[in-house]
């Protein structure tokens, strides 16, 4: 089974600043898909950006790219030039590459910008 | 672009009412539709895997006789709560993915229902 580990629970960055997130995956396969999904307090599910496992080149969506390292199982995500509207959960998630599997989710980390 | 509709959004009711949460595909046809469970500032939890035509798919843990899922038509998936009672009150949400293969395909996430059980 697939699990998915986001080890910060919260995490703040000041505006205009670079932040972080961290996650980690656990999985036998050698072919999936890695997301991160952005929780506003409208509870809406935003995707943010995806990265596929055979693909060595990290994805990059405007401020938002990811740090894929699939030997270190690791997929962070950094956010460049934070803004107020980036405050929300952001949930790491796995799927397999075949298939129709669900997504796996982390368990998220709340990030709030600071004014 | 795709969109996953979900009804209702917010739902209040006594306990032992049976609660019916609809999921639509609005322009995909979705032969698989998952339905996860969020509880306050936790993450998602996968409870079953919707799919056309055939049984669902719960997860370890729900009981399928009180989430009850019926998936009749390639466009909607339906999500029952039997004789609901305070401790089901939590955040539901559905989601589709795009006919094609697995996981390349986009998955779409309705809004949400909020089920709140007096």
């Known amino acids: 089974a697939q699990t998915v580990t986001q080890s910060q629970p919260e995490m703040s960055v000041q505006e205009a600043e670079t932040v972080t997130l961290s996650c980690t995956y656990d999985?036998?396969?050698?072919?999936?898909?890695l997301f991160w999904y952005k929780q506003p307090p409208s509870r809406q599910m935003i995707l943010v950006i995806r990265?596929?496992?055979?693909?060595?080149q990290n994805a990059t969506e405007n401020r938002f790219s990811v740090n894929f390292q699939k030997a270190a199982k690791s997929f962070s995500l950094k956010i460049s030039d934070s803004q107020l509207g980036d405050t929300a959960m952001y949930f790491c998630?796995?799927?397999?590459?075949?298939?129709?599997?669900?997504?796996?989710f982390g368990k998220g980390t709340r990030l709030s910008v600071i004014a | 672009g795709a969109v996953v509709s979900q009804h209702p959004s917010r739902v209040i009711c006594k306990s032992g009412t049976s609660v019916k949460i609809e999921c639509r595909s609005l322009d995909f046809q979705a032969t698989t539709m998952f339905w996860y469970r969020q509880f306050p500032k936790q993450s998602l939890m996968l409870m079953a895997t919707s799919n056309e035509g055939s049984k669902a798919t719960y997860e370890q843990g729900v009981e399928k006789d009180k989430f009850l899922i019926n998936h009749a038509s390639l466009t909607l998936s339906t999500l029952t709560v039997t004789s609901a009672h305070p401790e089901d009150s939590s955040f539901y949400i559905c989601s589709a993915r795009e006919p094609g293969q697995g996981g390349n395909q986009p998955q779409h996430f309705g809004d949400g229902t909020r089920l709140s059980i007096l």
């Open positions: 999985t036998s396969e050698s072919n999936y898909y």
């Open positions: 998630a796995f799927t397999l590459y075949s298939g129709n599997t669900p997504l796996v």
């Open positions: 990265q596929e496992a055979y693909k060595q």
